[in-house]
């Protein structure tokens, strides 16, 4: 389902030549490799200029036709990989870019691209009866690239598939390019959809699922299973796009931090995925008791695939009800695309807990409610990171398991009732930071920007094998973090966070213009010819959060005003929309319309 365009380091020169001719790639010299990985609005570059000497590769890049080119945010150097490695965002679906890469010494590639269509071209269609379907549909037809296989009701009816908990599940694809549209899935025993392992490219769009799954909990009561879901996808599945979904209320619920860790029902699982995933435009919601352990989640947490993995990207959905973690991007997360999403109700926003490659992009997120348990409202963190010490194994040795990079952008942290700290306590390193809203009760960032080795880190650092040139070998090449233009500090009352926004009704936080602030001292005044002192007295002072942000080429390219604001919303741009309502195009499925 991803267009992918690549060349191989090393091969027949006139092969490769052949390869970027078909492909509608252009390399000056085909030494060098470059791969560009679409989505619909995304791009992931990978390039292996020769250079060692770490820096950032510019960007440039242009629709094809188009006269001016604009500029990419830089790719990051990775330096385990001997690569530089990055996205471009914000793109139009279904366009054909031009993209020039420059790497600091100066070696010059191009490539072209096209941003994945949001069109499906349909072959086969199968029409579910209308009414109540009381049997799973094993879905084993496959379509092709060309011609997916859809399923979905008989027009002008809904079709319920209930199957009362006698089966494990309501849908079970064991096919490549399906699409699985405008279905009601009722009380399956484990999972409403099952993804099988290795299967490829899939579409589940505009269905509801609710009342799935076994009795969940910690493990401490004795119970040896979870992650039952609303869509759950076996190992090494990929290419998969869910959207426009309302996954609510399933039958367990998972346990708070008081009995253990969290264990119990997810609104989506991905095992070790194959990458490609976009998961955009979902509702996953439930009570407090039926709430998730995570929203969207899987594993292996510590390794380097993961779930979402590799160029994915998780946008516009709306998150609740989590007893731990409601984005769980845990694994490699090279190219990883995490923005526009509405969180409440969790412990831990968004986890990236090991990011064993990267870069992972978390941005124009806001986050709402945390808290640890249901007897203790007080709140967890926004990131959860594994830290320096971390390792994996490769080839028989140690290597960093958590030093993958990591951008974090314009995101929004609502208080009171918000999260406690910006970041866990594990320890982080490669973070980036850059124009967020981070007013918390707690910590904001560790004391030390540049995280101090352990003896296990230096250990990975000097085991670290790679294609780069150069390996890390002392405790000094822990890559450091940058943190810096956001918007930070304690408070003494919700109220003042709270009076940075306009008041609105809607999922909508635009900056006020000027926001209550204490000037400690004693300060004095004269008015109506008379001198007086007042000791910290509330005045009113400029918005810090506006026109004060830094430039973030394709991240805020269309701020107003004299500079970019802080935080997820733009003062001047339309409002941010989450949910399914908030997906271009939407229209009511079948199962809310007859």
Not at 53 to 67: I, P, S, T
Not at 379 to 387: E, L, P
């Amino acid at each position: 389902m991803n267009s992918i365009v690549s060349s191989r380091h090393r091969g027949g020169l006139l092969k490769r030549a052949l390869f970027f001719a078909v492909l509608g790639v252009s390399c000056p010299d085909l030494s060098w490799a470059q791969t560009a990985v679409p989505t619909f609005e995304c791009i992931g570059l990978y390039w292996k200029p020769g250079d060692t000497g770490g820096g950032e590769a510019n960007v440039r890049f242009r629709a094809q036709g188009d006269e001016s080119w604009r500029e990419g945010y830089p790719l990051w150097y990775a330096e385990l990989d001997g690569e530089f490695r990055g996205s471009l965002v914000g793109l139009r679906s279904g366009t054909t870019y031009e993209i020039e890469l420059t790497s600091p010494s100066g070696k010059t590639a191009s490539l072209t691209a096209a941003t994945r269509s949001e069109q499906f071209p349909i072959g086969k269609t199968t029409h579910l009866p209308g009414g109540e379907l009381d049997k799973p549909v094993k879905i084993t037809e496959a379509g092709t690239a060309n011609a997916w296989h859809l399923v979905t009701p008989t027009p002008g009816t809904k079709t319920v598939i209930d199957v009362f908990n006698l089966h494990d599940n309501c849908v079970e694809v064991a096919a490549d390019y399906v699409i699985i549209r405008g279905l009601e899935l009722k009380n399956a025993g484990q999972s409403a959809v099952l993804i099988r392992r290795g299967v490829q490219n899939v579409v589940v769009e505009d269905c509801h699922m609710t009342l799935w799954g076994r009795v969940g909990g910690a493990r401490v009561w004795g119970v040896f299973y979870g992650s039952d879901s609303g869509v759950f996808a076996e190992r090494g599945a990929g290419g998969l796009v869910l959207q426009r979904n309302l996954i609510e209320n399933p039958r367990s619920g998972s346990n708070d931090w008081e009995s253990g860790h969290p264990d119990g029902p997810q609104g989506v699982s991905l095992i070790d995925s194959s990458g490609g995933n976009i998961i955009r435009y979902n509702e996953i919601r439930s009570t407090e008791d039926h709430g998730y352990n995570d929203g969207i989640g899987g594993g292996s947490n510590f390794s380097f695939q993961g779930s979402p993995n590799r160029d994915s990207d998780i946008y516009g959905n709306i998150i609740t009800n989590c007893w731990d973690d409601a984005i769980e991007s845990e694994g490699a997360n090279m190219n990883v695309r995490i923005w526009g999403n509405y969180i409440d109700k969790t412990f831990v926003f968004l986890a990236s807990a090991g990011t064993s490659k990267g870069p992972l992009y978390m941005f124009r997120n806001v986050f709402a409610s945390s808290r640890i348990s249901h007897q203790d409202p007080s709140g967890g963190m926004i990131f959860k990171t594994a830290g320096v010490g971390r390792t994996l194994t490769l080839d028989g040795k140690e290597v960093p398991g958590d030093w993958g990079r990591r951008y974090i952008f314009h995101n929004t942290a609502l208080q009171p009732q918000g999260a406690l700290s910006v970041f866990s306590s594990h320890g982080i390193c490669n973070v980036v930071t850059r124009n967020n809203i981070f007013r918390v009760r707690g910590n904001t960032y560790p004391s030390d920007s540049r995280p101090r080795s352990s003896a296990s880190a230096r250990s990975a650092s000097t085991a670290a094998s790679g294609s780069a040139s150069r390996r890390p070998s002392v405790a000094s090449d822990v890559p450091p973090n940058s943190f810096r233009s956001d918007v930070t500090g304690g408070y003494l009352a919700g109220g003042f966070v709270r009076s940075m926004f306009v008041p609105s009704d809607r999922l909508e936080w635009f900056l006020a213009p000027a926001v209550p602030n204490i000037q400690w001292g004693r300060i004095e005044y004269s008015r109506s010819g008379k001198n007086f002192a007042i000791t910290d007295p509330l005045v009113e002072i400029p918005n810090p959060a506006i026109d004060k942000g830094v430039r973030l080429p394709t991240f805020n390219d269309d701020y107003q005003g004299a500079a970019p604001d802080i935080g997820a919303f733009e003062n001047g741009n339309p409002p941010l929309r989450f949910g399914r309502e908030a997906a271009p195009g939407f229209a009511r499925a079948p199962w809310e319309t007859y």
